[in-house]
């Protein structure tokens, strides 16, 4: 039976940029931001890792602007900006222990992927990437994923401009879905677990519950069965990384689809372009986004697999889940071909300037989701009319 048919219900959550984890991605963003700012030939694998009152950097940096970047001040501020800015927090941005352990590029690496004469850049690793994208919404996104940072990315500006005075920084959403026929029918649940003041809890499940409804209703999905559960341990004023430690890169399901299709494995913040973790699942996410756009197919999920220092990818796989108007091996063929799409790493860099963030910077990536937002480069749909033209749509 096709999937496209199959009735069932998935969900998908999102964390919050209070959370401790998406904490870690913005830091080591905002420091790879930096870095490509200062040379744009950085290379950058930057980790960061926090617990109560305590933040650290490790991981490795190439950087000719390196000593005047500062990697505390940019914590410093990124947490700052992000609200966490009250002792009583046990995390507060002018208080925190601070330690940086980075260091520069393994000459082993750099040996394989540096471009340089009769050398093409080759991959910042080994391993294989996912895009994908579907007609489910109009991000071309599945709905969980969508609804669940719809809510959060609101909540927290409701927090910002002390709508709802009592919230802290830290917050989960979770969403479920009801698919009919493949296509969204009705949001079954919802679930917010929120950092706050201490206030009542009535209070909280009353204010939040009509933020979730304002916030979804225009999915007209939301009925009278919906149920909603907020804080549903009772109490969540414990929160950040007093109340869990966070890392870099352990939020990978929220960053890309919410669990719908396959991930690679790779984490992809605080990962210059040149890492294929990070770039290629960008430009996976851009070639399915046209082939669906295009009316190829209803679903489109895209694997491509990389050797260390090898430009050329080893393999390219096309699954449609059945959706497909033109064969999946005739799909495959072409993108093979590199005629209209290249996934060699010095081309898909360039194609989706990646080195040079215009109107976007890679913290902007960090919470949220990195896919279906209009900002970003790979979610441009600049190859339909030529994917429509080359096959016949």
């Known amino acids: 039976m096709s999937k496209l048919t199959v009735n069932h219900v998935f969900t998908s959550e999102s964390v919050s940029e209070g959370h401790p984890d998406k904490i870690c991605d913005q830091v080591s963003d905002a420091i790879l931001d930096a870095c490509i700012k200062a040379d744009p030939k950085s290379r950058v694998a930057c980790e960061t890792a926090t617990s109560t009152n305590f933040l650290v950097n490790i991981g490795e940096i190439t950087c000719s602007g390196w000593d005047k970047i500062g990697p505390e001040k940019i914590a410093r501020d990124v947490v700052k900006n992000i609200g966490y800015d009250k002792p009583e927090y046990e995390f507060c941005s002018s208080t925190f222990e601070y330690l940086c352990r980075i260091h520069g590029q393994s000459a082993d ?23 994908y994208a579907s007609t489910a919404t109009p991000e071309f996104m599945p709905a969980p994923i969508v609804f669940s940072h719809r809510l959060l990315d609101r909540l927290q500006d409701i927090r910002k ?28 649940s919802v679930v917010i677990s929120h950092q706050t ?78 890492k294929v973790d990070r770039s290629a699942a960008y430009y996976g996410r851009y070639v399915a986004k046209n082939i669906v756009a295009a009316g190829l197919a209803e679903k489109c999920e895209l694997q491509v697999a990389y050797a260390i220092g090898v430009a050329k990818p080893l393999s390219i796989n096309v699954s449609t889940f059945g959706t497909a108007k033109v064969a999946e091996d005739k799909i495959q063929a072409f993108l093979e071909s590199d005629e209209l799409f290249n996934f060699r790493p010095a081309a898909l860099i360039k194609a989706l300037g990646l080195l040079r963030p215009s109107g976007w910077c890679y913290q902007d990536t960090a919470a949220y989701g990195h896919f279906g937002r209009e900002k970003f480069p790979w979610e441009k749909t600049d190859k339909v009319d030529d994917l429509r033209k080359i096959f016949k749509i």
Not at 162 to 186: F, M, T
């Open 197 to 274: 003041d201490e206030v009542p809890l009535e209070t909280i499940r009353k204010d939040i519950i009509e933020v979730v409804k304002d916030t979804l209703s225009s999915t007209g999905l939301l009925n009278d069965k919906t149920e909603y559960y907020i804080n549903p341990t009772g109490r969540f004023v414990i929160g950040g990384p007093h109340g869990d430690a966070g890392l870099t890169g352990r939020k990978i399901i929220v960053d890309s689809y919410g669990g719908v299709g396959c991930h690679g494995g790779g984490a992809f913040s605080g990962k210059d372009p040149s």
């Open 109 to 131: 690496i750099a040996m394989g992927v540096n471009e340089f004469a009769e050398h093409e850049q080759g991959a910042g690793d080994q391993g294989m990437m996912f895009g």
């Open 161 to 188: 401009k002390k709508v709802i005075p009592y919230l802290r920084p830290d917050s989960k959403s979770q969403v479920s879905v009801r698919y009919i026929n493949g296509k969204p029918a009705e949001i079954t």
